[in-house]
């Protein structure tokens, strides 16, 4: 495994810590793998899908708002966070 994608993987479990963290300070309600309906987990995914969507027209110049490959990644962390987290909540 490179070490970029070790780094990587570290940023998704940090997003994920986070969110936990978020939740035990009453900022968050729930989490992704909170016994909650897979619709509104979905709704979530979606939700961190459709910023992952604005930053790429964003980059290809289609919307108004200047494109940041920082904040793709970003957005792209998250997005592997719920889905890490959601797939880890199911049971196997």
């Known amino acids: 495994m490179s070490n970029n994608l070790r780094r990587t993987i570290d940023e998704v479990q940090s997003e994920i810590l986070r969110a936990v963290r978020l939740k035990s300070e009453g900022r968050f309600q729930y989490v992704i793998a909170d016994p909650i309906p897979a619709m509104w987990k979905n709704a979530m995914l979606m939700e961190e899908t459709g910023e992952v969507s604005r930053e ?36 196997r």
């Open 56 to 91: 790429v027209l964003a980059l290809e110049g289609i919307v108004q708002e200047k494109g940041d490959l920082a904040a793709l990644r970003k957005e792209l962390i998250q997005v592997a966070a719920l889905a890490t987290f959601w797939a880890d909540s199911i049971p």
